[in-house]
């Protein structure tokens, strides 16, 4: 398996090529803000061809370079219904400075191509078997990515692209528009507690940890059955 991540020219946001091997088909992750150029040359590095584009939720640091990306390459992009309506109206999802700074200054237009994903979807991509987990709270359409990731760098049974759910240390703000602190502890409790220890987690933003270690030292996985929805236990990043 092959998994190249670089970050975006804003906001960090990471966007992820995951693929059988080289030359092989992929699927992109997130593709944010000024990636073109660099996506370009990963996929000429390892000659590697865009099967599909998933977006692991809405916001327009993950999806800004969605259309281009697929629209170069006749692919469909995945986004959980929760979140459509961000690909065709990105400041929906932001806070009112950001749509002030973005909305009057872009020019978005939804793919041609758009496929709504469902919780406990597996998905056959790619030469990829990749299972989706609805997992709300940064955003109401927010979503995990598991595979399997034998073959990978990682001595570890399974992948999950987290997006803005969880972080090194953190998860996702809750304070934007579609956001939920009682939804994201849902999803905190619900879909990354019981992943196993081992399982590789690659953010939206900042540096792979374990669950294992989340698990350990994540102050909202610590507290996640404590935590008062009201009461943040730590700083909470993303958009």
Not at 15 to 43: H, K, N, R, S, T
Not at 65 to 82: D, E, L, N, Q, W
Not at 125 to 136: K, N, R, S
Request: hydrophobic letters at 40%; aromatic letters at 4%.
């Amino acid at each position: 398996m092959l998994v190249a991540g670089f970050p975006a020219q804003a906001f960090d946001t990471n966007c992820y090529v995951v693929a059988a091997g080289p030359g092989e088909q992929c699927v992109v992750v997130d593709p944010g803000i000024g990636v073109v150029d660099q996506l370009d040359a990963v996929l000429a590095e390892h000659r590697l061809h865009p099967a599909a584009v998933l977006l692991t939720h809405g916001h327009v640091d993950h999806t800004f370079s969605v259309a281009p990306v697929c629209g170069a390459r006749g692919i469909t992009a995945y986004v959980h219904p929760g979140d459509r309506e961000m690909l065709a109206d990105p400041t929906k999802g932001i806070s009112a400075d950001l749509a002030a700074l973005f909305g009057g200054r872009l020019a978005y237009s939804e793919p041609d191509d758009v496929a709504e994903l469902t919780d406990g979807a597996t998905l056959s991509l790619a030469g990829l078997e990749i299972t989706v987990d609805h997992a709300p709270g940064h955003t109401g359409g927010s979503v995990l990515f598991r595979l399997p990731a034998a073959g990978s760098e990682w001595e570890a049974d399974q992948l999950c692209l987290s997006g803005d759910v969880l972080f090194a240390g953190s998860i996702g703000r809750t304070d934007l528009p579609g956001g939920s602190m009682p939804a994201m502890l849902a999803s905190l409790r619900g879909k990354i507690l019981p992943l196993a220890d081992d399982t590789v987690v690659l953010p939206g933003h900042g540096p792979a940890t374990t669950i294992g270690r989340e698990r350990a030292g994540n102050p909202y996985l610590r507290q996640v059955s404590e935590v008062d929805a009201g009461r943040p236990v730590g700083p909470a990043r993303g958009l």
